[in-house]
T-cell receptor, first 108, second 115 residues
């Protein structure tokens, strides 16, 4: 069965640093999403991406966040200047029904 | 987004059926009912979805009330691996593609399966 992969599985970074979280969606899918889950809290929608542009974003997805699909396979989430409160699990989803295993981001 | 209401937690015995309820009294005619689950330390996993008719797949069955104001996810024989948080989510039907549109996750139902 096809699956969504995410790298790295765990990223530790210092506050103020830039991080890039990577996702490889399922190859023939068209809709891509990022969600996050702070420890012990709900899964929260961040952004959806279709046809090489953002189709919807939440209030969480401010100017510090960006997404792109640079090479037609990878789908990346960039946080420009990380804050302590960005520490969370970040999940990529492909065509909505297929979620990746997540990247645990720890900001120190 | 239309809201869903689920019990916070449920318990089941292994090998027994489990019925997980969800109320969605404000559902609109264009909302699909989706169920996901999240096993400990994993990402959400799609379980099943439906619009009006009951649905079956290899993981579960979905029973939808005639007025669509509630639904029930049925696990026919619970196993220890089914212990997870189960989310009932409404997603507006996209006329172009049912794979479009975000999911709004609530608190879900934490299912505990006892051996």
């Amino acid at each position: 069965e096809p699956e969504v992969t995410q790298t790295p599985s765990h990223q530790v970074t210092q506050m103020g640093q830039e991080v890039i979280l990577r996702c490889v969606p399922i190859s023939n899918h068209l809709y891509f999403y990022w969600y996050r889950q702070i420890l012990g809290q709900k899964v929260e929608f961040l952004v959806s991406f279709y046809n090489n542009e953002i189709s919807e974003k939440s209030e969480i997805f401010d100017d510090q966040f960006s997404v792109e699909r640079p090479d037609g396979s990878n789908f990346t989430l960039k946080i420009r200047s990380t804050k302590l409160e960005d520490s969370a699990m970040y999940f990529c989803a492909s065509n909505e029904q297929y979620f990746g295993p997540g990247t645990r981001l720890t900001v120190t | 987004d239309a809201k869903t209401t689920q019990p916070n937690s449920m318990e089941s015995n292994e090998e027994e059926p489990v019925h997980l309820p969800c109320n969605h009294s404000t559902i609109s005619g264009t909302d699909y009912i989706h169920w996901y689950r999240q096993l400990p330390s994993q990402g959400p996993e799609y379980v099943i979805h439906g619009l009006t008719s009951n649905v079956n797949n290899r993981m579960a069955s979905l029973a939808i009330a005639e007025d669509r104001k509630s639904s029930t996810l049925i696990l026919h024989r619970a196993t220890l691996r089914d212990a997870a948080v189960y989310y009932c989510i409404l997603r507006e039907r996209d006329t172009l593609n049912t794979n479009a549109g975000k999911s709004t996750f609530g608190d879900g139902t934490t299912l505990t399966v006892k051996p």
